[in-house]
């Protein structure tokens, strides 16, 4: 089945970290570049960031909000991708979304979301 | 950044009527631009991609048109399964921007 899944949501206090998994089946992963959206509750949606594919290096783009405090990275060989959360927010909290190159055209796909709360 | 302009915030249909929805770009974008749906405690959905092309297996009641910095979403027909908030995401420029959301609800 091709799918993503995300894990890896928490609560946790202001200041700490937190790493969030994707893992993807059903597809060719490692071809694919992979975005994380964000939406906090009751509200819009929030591009967070990407990273490419090998082919480019890995590289990475991010939302100003998060930039220099989050971090991508992926492993192709466990076909997942992972979101490094570090020096949260309150405004961090949200139901995070991984999902497949949203600028492709390749057929659209996204994981169901997991919950981050930063709270104390 | 792309500021998108998303138009109306919300509105009130019945089944069968067609609706409009519309995004500004702050900025030309060529034709970068997503339409998605969003139904309450679910992931988003994309509808169109590149302004204008029908995700497969979306109804054909849907459709979206435009260019540069104008937007539109069209939903012919509404159905009752089509009560949802609907986003564009524009992915011309980092960081990628989507609209503030449109609530269609049932009048």
């Known amino acids: 089945e091709v799918q993503l899944v995300e894990s890896g949501g928490n609560l946790v206090q202001p200041g700490g970290s937190l790493r969030l998994s994707c893992a993807a089946s059903?597809?060719?992963?490692?071809?694919?570049?992979m975005d994380w959206v964000r939406q906090a509750p009751g509200k819009g949606l929030e591009w967070v960031g990407r990273i490419r594919d090998k082919a480019h290096a890995y590289t990475t783009e991010y939302a100003a909000s998060v930039k220099g405090r989050f971090t991508i990275s992926r492993d192709d060989s466990k076909n997942s991708v992972f979101l490094q959360m570090n020096s949260l927010k309150t405004e961090d909290t949200a139901v995070f979304y991984c999902?497949?190159?949203?600028?492709?055209?390749?057929?659209?796909?996204w994981g169901q979301g997991t919950l981050v709360t930063v709270s104390s | 950044d792309i500021q998108m302009t998303q138009s109306p915030s919300s509105l009130s249909a019945s089944v069968g009527d067609r609706v409009t929805i519309t995004c500004r770009a702050s900025?030309?974008?060529?034709?970068?631009l997503g339409w998605y749906q969003q139904k309450p405690g679910k992931a988003p959905k994309r509808l169109i991609y590149?302004?204008?092309s029908l995700e497969s297996g979306v109804p054909s009641r849907f459709s979206g048109s435009g260019s540069g910095t104008e937007f539109t979403l069209t939903i012919n027909s509404l159905q009752p399964e089509d009560f949802a908030t609907y986003y564009c995401?524009?992915?011309?420029?980092?960081?990628?921007?989507f609209g503030q959301g449109t609530k269609v609800e049932i009048k």
């Open positions: 995401l524009q992915h011309y420029n980092y960081p990628w921007t």
């Open positions: 900025q030309g974008i060529r034709n970068d």
């Open positions: 999902a497949r190159d949203l600028g492709a055209r390749a057929q659209s796909l």
């Open positions: 059903g597809f060719s992963f490692s071809d694919y570049y």
């Open positions: 590149a302004a204008s």
